[in-house]
């Protein structure tokens, strides 16, 4: 099997894992088809994805000798990545709620987990290891897709304030084309292997930490207790 | 109140909160009390110790300017931190396990977190802020001490594979006062409360989230299936 | 004026000066015509060039918020400086000097002061600062193409050792007009301009005191004196 | 011959070639017995001090592993560092020049390639490579201690108006010999000795290029040229 191969598989078990162990069913009962659960998830994903060209770029910035062609797929895949979060802000924003870059209220601590883990990994770690970040992140939304469905029909929320994951649906399969020879290319042993797949099963990991701390927030609101979604 | 108290009635409120919601009580059910559940807690506070004195010493090389008293008390902390790791290998040693800083299994992926965390909040946040993770990291030998009396007597562990706690619960009074002194002294307005509270908080919950880890890698060893530490 | 004309003026100012001042006619003198020197130059030259790319990075990746348009900027730049330390390299080699990547000398203190400050300011300046230093890199080939010349036909070095020079004459121009844009589009107000101008001006110096410390390598060369370039 | 008896031999030859070739005497001569000089000198002296128990620290905060006694030494040493660039100032406002914290002229260029170049070494290099910095700052005063004595009687400069020279004087005997007995115990082969004494090297010439930018400066004060030291 070739690395690209190896991780397919792996992050399919972890998945399929998810899947069964997540609350991730709970989104498709009744109680959790509101478009204040999407604005939340929604603020959260601003936040870490202000971050993701930044750490993708840190990689090429490393003092190491680094292959060339892998140093300029950093920076061509982190310019990609510049100023996402704004569709993002612009999606919650398209809801009619009431908030901008200044107001929206601070990440949570598993947000804050993930955006510090890919800083830490991106400069420390074998530079070629962020590649596992990518490669799941890049294709999670074929995963989601009967999620983004449910939103569509269910939350009755329009396209227009869908552009973060539609744009990412669009640039998806190229995208991950890109990171799979990213992958062919400059992940060229084992040990290279073991680290892009710890550094994809660990920010999937605390990706989903993440989305269960968005719908414990959500309970929250439904159950009127304080939260930091003051705008909800 | 005081800054001090405020943070002290939050901590208690939280550690109520982990009381009763944590795992820790299965800590006393029999099963648990296993020295190889002991060497795996030690062996992911090997990791994360060995950067307390490194992400400390980092808010003092920030280039806003900052109070000479603050910078000062960050670097002789920093000091006093310096290879405390080496005493939680020790123990591990001690306990009859064979292992060195070489061949230590990697840190779990909330430790990981917890690490990068603390790096990140060091390099970014209001420099002030890390104080809300030594307020409780100083004094949290209090809330664990039944913990350890229950090492000492059911799990047999003898005081000299203890080092790390027994250490760290002497010098304990000492920080603990230390840092209140600081926050008296540094935290001088709503703005930075607020950050050193929720770094308390954050850096608690991760630190938990480590402990349900460590727990849940201690549950798949009873059950006799794979895991990192191959040495137990 | 506009910023890029008040800039410009500056620039042609310091480069008169340095003409005056500078030992650059030296360059012209029969003694000087020497492939060594050139050798001395472009070893020193791999050597800041390699951080180039690294460097412009490095200010995408700022924490502060930044204009999205400026960030693509800076990780399309430094995307197309990658490696160009090799083409020096290269030059050095098709000269008939026995030299690798792994064996060259160390840079000379000059050169380290270069590399550090283009670090220094990078991490630590208002991020269009170094728009500073492009202003004048992109379109010194202009003021050093009599040396160029000479250097062919008083070196004779062929043009298949003059690859970095000739590379960095082509796309010259169409770096020069995308700096000045970025200079017409980000730099907005007079603080910005003042660090511009600034990192226009120290950097030059630096790179002027580098040429400097070159020179009198290659003196000590032809004084049969000890030097780092062994492989002369 | 040891580590420190090397480097010690080493620095003498550069301090002679120094006394021989740069402008030093010229502050003996009686037009440059002047206070603003002095303050020139103590202006630049604040910027490049300000940052040396960052870089200092910086070097305990490196990722590698390094020895325990070496950390605390370079935290401890850092700590006695932290806001010694107030006495710089205060000197200046002791002579009676109206100036704070806030209104300081930027560094001059040599002043800023220090600064940047002692970052980058204790980011990148060899980390007890630093300890070539030390060595020579250490033990600067026995160099300067004539100059002093000059600008005591010659510029009339009172006591109080050097505390930055005289505090480091009398510190200096114990921190030098600390920081002989840290080059015994961490430098343990050729390889790390070569890099001290490069690090020795490169900043007491970059020291020695600030100096004459400062002395440089202050010839176009006396000219009545513009400089940045408006307070003069």
Redesign the interface.
Known sequence: MSYVERLMKTLNEEMDYIAENGKLELLMTPGFVDKRLYAIYMTETYHYTKHN???Q??V????E?MN?GY??FC??H??EE??HE?MALKDIQKLGFDVS?QTLP?PL?ST??????L???SH?ENPVGRLGYSFWAERVYQFIRPLLGLMETGLKIPKSAMTFFNEHSDIDAKHAEEVDEAISRYVTNEEDYKIVE?IM??SL??TF?MTNEVIAEFQKVKDSKETRYYYL
């Open positions: 060209a930044r750490n770029a840190i090429a910035t490393r003092q000798d060339p140093m300029r920076l061509n982190a310019r510049v100023g704004l870059e601070r601590v804050q987990a993930l955006i510090a883990y800083y830490y990994i420390n710890e099963l660990n990991k605390l930490e």
